[in-house]
Structure formats: C-alpha cells, structure tokens
Nanobody, 115 residues
Framework: QLQLVESGGGLVQPGESLRLNCAASARLLSLYTSGWYRQAPGKQREMVATITGSGLTNYADSVKGRFTISRDNAKNTMYLQMNNLKPEDTAVYYC?????????WGQGTQVTVPS
C-alpha cells in the first residue's frame, strides 16, 4: 500500500514563501500523474498543480506564476514551491497520486496566510 506523507505547511505572512513536500513510500511518482490539491473551510477540494510521469505540469489559474510543482525521483518526493502567498491560499494541502484504478492521498498539511 503506497503511503504519501506531506510536510512543510505552516503560518506565513502575505507575500512570503513556503515549500511543501510529499514523500512517497514507493517509486511510483515518476510513473503516474501526481499533484497537489487544497481544501479551504467550507469549500470543495480543488486542484492546485499536477505533474505527469513524464514531467508535464499543469496549474490552476489562481496560482500560475506563483507556485511551482516539481519532483525528485531519486528521493521519491514531490514538492510545491509557493511564493507570494495570499490569504486566499489558506487551506489544507493534500498530495495525490493517480495509479491505475486507485487514487492515493496524503493526510494533508495546513497552510495559513492571515489577512
């Protein structure tokens, strides 16, 4: 059973940066599409950024130019570099890997940007 463990969340001021990490327990990140999603209080979970096994990336319009998704295959780890954070970025951030027939989710990490 694949496990995904997020880390790196926290409380930051507007304009500051954070880097989220997603460590996978198996070497699957380079094979399948993975990504970052977030859920703010009272809202549905939404896609933030995804990266395919071959490295193609896609971003939500709200984070384009500010967030960067990347991956280190040797470390089985995916990252989300978040710059110029805004209060509307406040949410629990989850990583997900979409393997054939099953989606794997991490437990989430809280990012808070006060207004």
């Amino acid at each position: 059973q694949l496990q995904l463990v997020e880390s790196g969340g926290g409380l930051v001021q507007p304009g500051e940066s954070l880097r989220l990490n997603c460590a996978a327990s198996a070497r699957l990140l380079s094979l399948y599409t993975s990504g970052w999603y977030r859920q703010a209080p009272g809202k549905q979970r939404e896609m933030v950024a995804t990266i395919t096994g071959s490295g193609l990336t896609n971003y939500a319009d709200s984070v384009k130019g500010r967030f960067t998704i990347s991956r280190d295959n040797a470390k089985n780890t995916m990252y989300l570099q978040m710059n110029n954070l805004k209060p509307e970025d406040t949410a629990v951030y989850y990583c997900k890997l979409s393997a054939p027939g099953h989606d794997y989710w991490g437990q989430g990490t809280q990012v808070t940007v006060p207004s």
